[in-house]
Nanobody, 112 residues
Framework: QVQVVESGGGSVQPGGFLALSCQAS????????MGWYRRAPGKEREMVAQ???????RYSESVKGRFTLARDDAKNTVYLQMSALKLEDTAVYYC??????WGQGTQVTVSL
């Protein structure tokens, strides 16, 4: 099992920048298989960015070109770097690992 803890959420104006962090712990960590998902109020959880074992990252069409998935192997941490944020990016963001469980997530609010 792998445990993940998200951090870095907050409030930002449209067009702003924000970086989320996800630190993993456990005995079966695979940073390349991790990703970020989000759930907006009244909507289902959706994929935002998902890594693969060969270091190919898939992005939701709505965030492509604005969000970047990064990792730090030494720190067992993955990041979601978000730029040009839009109102519709407001959601609770969750870190994903294939042998982990959903945590509490971190709130991102984009507003005027």
């Amino acid at each position: 099992q792998v445990q993940v803890v998200e951090s870095g959420g907050g409030s930002v104006q449209p067009g702003g920048f924000l970086a989320l962090s996800c630190q993993a712990s456990g005995s079966r960590i695979n940073l390349y298989a991790m990703g970020w998902y989000r759930r907006a109020p009244g909507k289902e959880r959706e994929m935002v960015a998902q890594g693969t074992i060969n270091n190919i990252t898939r992005y939701s069409e709505s965030v492509k070109g604005r969000f970047t998935l990064a990792r730090d192997d030494a720190k067992n941490t993955v990041y979601l770097q978000m730029s040009a944020l839009k109102l519709e990016d407001t959601a609770v963001y969750y870190c994903y690992h294939p042998v982990g469980h959903w945590g509490q997530g971190t709130q991102v609010t984009v507003s005027l």
